[in-house]
């Protein structure tokens, strides 16, 4: 069966520092991945999604990337917090035009 | 733009009677839809689904409505129990390239033991 790992589970960094949070999907092979931020209370927001190894694309204009330098790897970067990234973030698999699969998500808290 | 939205942002519902989560979508487009249930602190899991070509679809307890015409979907839980307590999402799917999902703002739903 497939699983989704994201961690840590929960963050609490100073702004101006740097963030890494990575997802590793088990069980299946080129997955579509998707990074969402998720405000207390409020929806999900699309960062990035990506189809395939290398292949990034963002939805928002925001200080934050995104990586996959493997299949099954999906990795949300910032080189410099700000106090309005703090959210919860989760990530996500699904194959083509079905049911995307979360991951237990990120608290991320920035100081 | 194109969105999707929720009616009612909080539901309070009487143990073992039945909830009904509305939902609106705006793109005539979209052909593949979803609800989802989040519990708290926790990532969203799927409940069911349902393609443009349907107007219901039926799971365990849950049943998906479809009304194309004016653009609603909408949620059904029979007998909710106090496990139904989360936030339910409905999503819309765009066709066209890659898979993208627009998700709603999200229904609270409580459940009054």
């Known amino acids: 069966s497939q699983t989704i790992h994201q961690w840590p589970a929960t963050l609490v960094q100073p702004v101006g520092s740097p963030l890494s949070l990575e997802c590793t999907v088990e069980?299946?092979?080129?997955?579509?991945l998707y990074w969402y931020r998720q405000a207390a209370g409020r929806g999900l927001q699309l960062l990035f999604y990506?189809?395939?190894?290398?292949?990034i694309s963002s939805e928002v204009p925001q200080n934050l990337s995104a990586s996959r330098p493997q299949d099954r790897q999906f990795i949300l970067s910032s080189k410099k917090l700000l106090l309005s990234d703090s959210g919860f973030y989760l990530c996500?698999?699904?194959?083509?035009?079905?049911?995307?699969?979360f991951g237990p998500g990120t608290r991320l808290t920035v100081t | 733009g194109e969105s999707v939205g929720l009616h009612l942002p909080t539901l309070s519902v009487q143990e073992g009677d039945n909830s009904i989560i509305n939902c609106a979508y705006s793109?005539?487009?979209?052909?593949?839809f979803i609800w989802y249930k989040q519990e708290s602190g926790k990532g969203p899991q799927f409940i069911i689904d349902?393609?443009?070509?349907?107007d219901k679809r039926q799971g365990q307890r849950v049943t998906v409505l479809l009304n194309k015409t004016v653009k609603h979907l909408s949620l059904q839980i029979a007998a909710t129990q106090p496990g139904d307590s989360a936030v339910y999402f409905c999503?819309?799917?765009?066709?066209?390239?890659?898979?993208?999902?627009?998700f709603g703002t999200g229904t609270k739903l409580q459940v009054i033991p």
């Open positions: 793109n005539s487009a979209s052909d593949y």
């Open positions: 996500a698999w699904s194959h083509g035009a079905g049911e995307q699969y």
């Open positions: 349902i393609r443009s070509n349907m």
């Open positions: 990506s189809v395939g190894i290398g292949q």
């Open positions: 999503a819309e799917n765009r066709p066209g390239g890659y898979q993208k999902v627009t």
């Open positions: 069980g299946t092979s080129n997955p579509n």
